[in-house]
């Protein structure tokens, strides 16, 4: 990319306000346009307003932008990503998950010979950056005598059920939405193999799920729980490394974390509630994706990994 990236941004939803607040502090990038039908017109984006489009189409026709970021409902991701690709010669961020099918999938893979779909769409798998997860990382990795993890929980709550109708047009359903932010976060500490047991519980607004994966070289169990029964959100995920009694719990919501053994205290991880939650996320996800080297993690080849995983038959 040049010195300067020019980004597009397509939705103006709940989300595309954390990009464009991370965007705002970046002074290697310029705002090019907006586009989203339900909008009249372009937020302020650094006491400024861009040009604003009612179609992502429309909006490249009139410009040539590096990076295309898609911040809309799940069910537009494939169109608009097709439409990036295809038009442009942008790189494409796409909030997860990246599409909401396999047969989707499939049809952007089809594109990487003749658009380079793995050299420029990437997804925003924004909880495998957030700094309690980070932190674990580190911490597992710096100890390896701890061994291998040997079972996970992991439990996502949500209070979407307050949105109704709302909630489901917007993040399909509770596993749809939030168990892609699981299987890429714990994408950081195992080798995820695949379902083994998934039950989408009170019409879709939660899930029970267990996933099998690989870590050291031995077989372990993620039991994943994600739901909108709830008034606040929740998120919290524990490592169990068996081999060495060591636990690792990682509070998601407060972005805390400690590492025990017994009655021993290891390591721990505090925050300060300065920055917003969502903020921490997509800061490093951003230095990431425009250091010239992206994560993995956000790559096209984990992305499909992990598409492959959520929409397995168990």
């Known amino acids: 990319m040049s010195d300067l990236v020019r980004v597009g941004l397509a939705g103006l939803g709940i989300i595309a306000r954390t990009h464009l607040d991370v965007l705002a502090e970046r002074a290697d990038v310029s705002l090019?346009?907006?586009?989203?039908?339900?909008?009249a017109g372009p937020p302020d984006f650094r006491g400024s307003t861009p040009p604003h489009y009612?179609?992502?189409?429309?909006?490249?026709?009139?410009?040539?932008?590096?990076?295309?970021?898609i911040a809309t409902p799940t069910a537009t991701h494939a169109d608009l990503t097709v439409r990036a690709l295809t038009t442009s010669t942008a790189r494409v961020l796409?909030?997860?998950?990246?599409?909401h099918d396999l047969a989707s999938l499939d049809r952007l893979r089809a594109l990487d010979e003749t658009a380079g779909v793995r050299g420029r769409v990437f997804t925003a798998h924004h909880f495998a950056f957030s700094p309690e997860v980070r932190w674990a990382e580190r911490q597992?990795?710096?100890?390896?005598?701890?061994g291998p993890?040997?079972?996970?929980?992991?439990?996502f709550h949500d209070p979407y059920v307050q949105r109704g109708e709302q909630a489901f047009a917007s993040y399909g359903s509770a596993w749809t939405d939030s168990g892609v932010n699981q299987l890429s976060m714990l994408a950081r500490f195992v080798d995820l193999a695949?379902?083994?047991?998934?039950?989408d519980l009170d019409g879709g607004a939660s899930a029970w799920c267990t996933c099998e994966y690989r870590s050291r070289g031995e077989r372990g169990t993620a039991r994943l729980r994600t739901s909108w029964?709830?008034?606040?959100?929740?998120k919290e995920t524990v490592l169990v490394l068996g081999r060495s009694g060591v636990e690792v719990w990682m509070d998601h919501t407060a972005m805390t974390g400690f590492a025990a053994r017994g009655r021993d205290l290891l390591a721990s991880h505090g925050d300060d509630g300065r920055t917003p939650r969502k903020v921490a996320h997509y800061r490093p996800l951003y230095e990431s994706l425009l250091s010239g080297r992206?994560?993995?993690?956000?790559?096209?080849d984990t992305t499909a990994t992990l598409i492959a995983l959520h929409h397995s038959a168990a």
């Not at 029964?229 to 929740?234: A, F």
């Open 149 to 155: 993890i040997t079972s996970i929980t992991s439990a």
């Open 229 to 234: 029964l709830t008034g606040s959100s929740s």
């Open 54 to 69: 009612g179609d992502l189409a429309e909006a490249l026709a009139a410009h040539d932008p590096d990076l295309v970021v």
């Open 140 to 146: 597992i990795a710096e100890h390896p005598e701890w």
């Open 32 to 39: 090019e346009f907006t586009a989203d039908p339900g909008r």
């Open 294 to 300: 992206p994560d993995p993690v956000l790559g096209f």
């Open 94 to 99: 796409v909030e997860k998950p990246l599409v």
């Open 194 to 199: 695949g379902l083994s047991s998934a039950y």
